[in-house]
């Protein structure tokens, strides 16, 4: 009798667990996208701060790769905001369609692993 109470109490925390996973996982979701939309955030203030001239790839790069390290949700949050601006940017700032592109490509190397100093140039101060 105590075997079978044990295995229906095992059984109800195995179902409840089951329940709330995919609730805790769109929870970590939520939490990664919004650390991520930070690290795009913060990277965008360091390259403002910086100032340096042909910085722009590796600050893309770095924001995009903190972002994503965070898990999906991070991933997810620096791609719709790199998507977005650069859609901005193109559309309202005229810097060309070559600018866009790489861009995007320092976006996605970034989001995707890539050290993001492959972008860096020579002569940016190491506090970035």
């Not at 991520?36 to 001239?53: I, K, L, P, S, T």
């Not at 995007?104 to 993001?116: L, S, T, V």
């Amino acid at each position: 009798m105590r075997l079978c109470v044990c295995f229906v109490l095992l059984s109800f925390i195995l179902c409840a667990s089951a329940d709330l996973s995919p609730l805790l996982r769109g929870g970590r979701f939520a939490w990664d996208a919004v650390g991520g939309a930070w690290d795009m955030f913060r990277a965008y203030q360091d390259m403002r701060e910086a100032n340096y001239v042909g910085a722009d790839k590796y600050f893309h790069a770095r924001g995009n790769y903190d972002a994503a390290q965070r898990g999906p949700g991070g991933a997810w949050a620096a791609k719709v905001i790199s998507d977005a601006r650069e859609k901005w940017q193109s559309d309202m700032s005229g810097r060309g369609h070559e600018d866009t592109l790489a861009d995007q490509e320092a976006n996605a190397w970034g989001r995707n692993g890539g050290d993001p100093n492959r972008y860096r140039p020579a002569g940016l101060p190491s506090k970035y």
